[in-house]
């Protein structure tokens, strides 16, 4: 999911605030079983959601397990469970085992016990507890997942899960800057190539804009690094350790990511950049009028990259 996208996304989640909904948005709320109410412990209907972390693979096996995902989302479930079953993969067991729920659920007890580092199996399985109503249990397994392989989708959506409250996934960061227009002539796989190439032997931007690509795949942790390398090379560019700041952001310590950025606006007063990052971060902790604030003085600033995101969160923001 690019940057761009995860901004209207959140301009919708605001919006569904200012009707009165809680502005936190997680997995389970998005198939329908109110996440942010998951304290009670009841059976949920239906199947567990699936997700797959596929990257930017292309090979055969892939595409397959790709069009399974989507047949198992849309109810599909025996068209879904023929495809899982050709396959032999982690991600097909976990697909094949969904596909047969309520059944299946003693095959992911199983999974979980034979892959207990695996991200994708304890994802799976807190997410099964939690169908069966078993919440404490859910949350252990999601913690594990979280941990198992933090650079991970799989850790990302069990931060998600974990952190019902806040807005799902983790704040990305926008740079100010263009990105190179070879980059419009190249498929999905070929850009993530160009720029890993370009980030081995580029300067700060090239390493900036590769660290935007991770985040969108679901790589926080490759992501950090890559904005702490480009604010390593330079120090005194906004950009670079705005995005060092970000790329820090975890759902469970954010004070980490906020006390690297806060100062940022006396160190680059002039840097629009920061009070909007600042405000993103807000939004995440569900801190939407302190979000407004920084996300007002980007607007009063006049021109910038900034301006039209920032005036449609604004927008959007519920007045107390």
């Known amino acids: 999911m690019s940057p761009r996208t995860r901004i209207w996304l ?60 989507n047949l198992y989302g849309h109810g599909r479930v025996k068209a879904a469970a023929a495809v899982f079953h050709r396959h032999r993969s982690l991600e097909a067991e976990v697909g094949s085992a969904l596909a047969a729920w309520p059944a299946g659920f003693a095959r992911i007890d199983q999974l979980a016990r034979t892959y207990p580092r695996s991200s994708l199996v304890q994802l799976t399985f807190g997410t099964g507890l939690f169908w069966e109503g078993r919440l404490a249990d859910a949350q252990a397994a999601w913690r594990r997942a979280k941990a198992a392989q933090p650079d991970t989708a799989y850790a990302v959506r069990a931060g998600d899960l974990l952190h019902p409250r806040d807005f799902h996934g983790l ?35 090239a390493k900036l804009l590769y660290g935007v690509e991770l985040q969108a795949l679901g790589r926080p942790i490759s992501a950090e690094r890559e904005f702490a390398a480009a604010a390593a090379l330079a ?7 705005v995005a060092a700041a970000v790329g820090l952001f975890d759902k469970d310590r954010p004070s980490v990511a906020f006390s690297k950025l806060g100062p940022l606006v006396r160190v680059f007063p002039n840097a629009v950049t920061v009070r909007f990052h600042l405000g993103l971060m807000l939004i995440w902790i569900g801190q939407v009028q302190a979000a407004r604030v920084q996300l007002q003085q980007v607007v009063a600033a006049g021109p910038s990259p900034f301006l039209a995101d920032a005036q449609a969160l604004v927008a959007k923001i519920p007045r107390k």
């Open 171 to 205: 704040p990305q960061f926008f740079p100010s800057f263009p990105s190179p227009v070879e980059l419009n002539r190249l498929s999905p796989v070929q850009q993530y190539a160009f720029l890993r190439a370009h980030a081995r032997t580029g300067g700060a931007h």
């Open 10 to 69: 959140l301009v919708g989640a605001l919006a569904l605030a200012a009707a009165g909904v809680t502005v936190g948005v997680t997995l389970l709320t998005r198939t329908g079983t109110g996440g942010t109410t998951a304290a009670a412990p009841v059976k949920q209907k239906g199947r567990p959601p699936l997700l797959l972390d596929l990257g930017v693979r292309t090979d055969p096996e892939a595409t397959a397990l790709r069009s399974a995902e």
């Open 235 to 241: 120090p005194h560019d906004p950009d670079a350790r």
